[in-house]
């Protein structure tokens, strides 16, 4: 163990201390920790991505744990509110929730790892009074200014208490993502026993494997991503804390996640039969099996030499080539791809906090939307590719110029 980093010995979800190693990428940065010109001389440091079986409980997670002050509190650069699909989900899912579980008049919600709001701003308009927890002091300002009241800190057990004498229990506690960036879980639930009201709700949203796996979504791993979760080992954590898993949904963001329902033991709501289906599919599938996850490996091994063979026939015919996206997960990609800034001139990102600066490591250029239409690269490569057809969409004018778009996953394919 030392400053930035410490290796994992036993499970998160179960504790179990027999835990293997079934997959390794490529070492990389952090992948939100984007550089200035002035910091390109500097040596950045790389950490393991290295995935671990359980064999007692098959929950997969990463074997090494970078300090999250490294990872959210140096100048963390992700806003939900820069990609429109996000903020359309956010404002479908604060209406879904409400009629699927009726909450009261007034009711108090809390959302961890709030980011800038925007999920708590759709439930502010229905009336609903809401407070966010954050880490990202940058991020957590930008809330405040947008109107939702935003804690500064990374939530726990501590934070919850402090929570529950100045606001008061909660109905509904959300977190989208932030549930599988986070170590010590145990912490987390006992923070969440002591906020939630006896017939309150916790719903979580995180990536779910089971489509990870089989759409070889390797580059969704990477050091925010400490689990990759299923709903079989989720349950075996749940009860463990006196809660049960009521309902799960499967969803779209982040190329597929799941949507878990999760009340206090004997609550209001009956179990939807969607929690079984989930676990005998995760079964069938062979997910409980570390097997699996060693031909997962030989899978994303073919990936790479087919988008490596598309990009240098490519560069050989003297073609010039950008990106779309500067997602956490594209340094993963480009690391295991070997894709660096010979084979990328630059990328572009709406988000304003990655403009003009550097990727992680491969030290590849982001601008703005305007250099695409100024320099008018022959191919673009989508990064951020679970938002594919959004952004073709979007830049429909770049393709009826003669631009072509790269779609790297979950098969390279030239559209």
Known sequence: MNENYYQRKNCRICLSSNIVKALSLEPTPPGNNFVSRGQLNLKEKTY?????????????????????????????SYLTSTSPVFVKHFEKYASHVNDIIQLPDRSFIIDIGSNDGTCLSFFKKMGFNVLGVDPAENIANIAKKNGINTIPEFFSSNLARKIKNEYGLADLITSHNACAHIDDLDNILSGIDILLKDNGVFILEVGYFFDVFSNRWFDTIYHEHLDYHTVSPLEKLFSRFNMQIFKVERINPQGGSIRVFIQKQNGNHIIDKSVDKLIS????????????????????????????????????????????????????????????????????????????????????????????????????????????????????????KGGKFIIPMPTPIII
């Not at 393991?48 to 963390?76: A, E, M, R, T």
């Open 48 to 76: 393991p991505l290295i995935l671990y079986f359980c064999k007692d409980c098959s929950h997969i997670q990463l074997g090494h744990v970078v300090n999250p002050s490294i990872l959210y509190q140096n100048d963390y």
């Open 281 to 400: 599919l995760e079964k069938d599938k062979g997910i409980d099996k570390l097997e699996s996850l060693i031909k997962f490996e030989k899978y994303i091994k073919d990936v790479k030499q087919d988008l490596i063979n598309i990009i240098r026939r490519i560069k050989s015919n003297g073609k010039t080539i950008a990106a779309f996206g500067a997602p956490t997960k594209a340094t993963t990609l480009c690391y295991y791809f070997e894709i660096n800034k010979e084979d990328i001139d630059f990328i572009i990102d709406d988000n304003k906090l990655k403009q003009n600066l550097f990727t992680p490591g491969k030290h590849i250029p982001v601008f703005s939307q305007e250099k695409l239409y100024e320099q008018h690269p022959d191919y673009l490569l989508i990064l951020a590719w679970n938002f594919a057809e959004s952004i073709m969409k979007k830049h429909r004018a770049y393709k009826d």
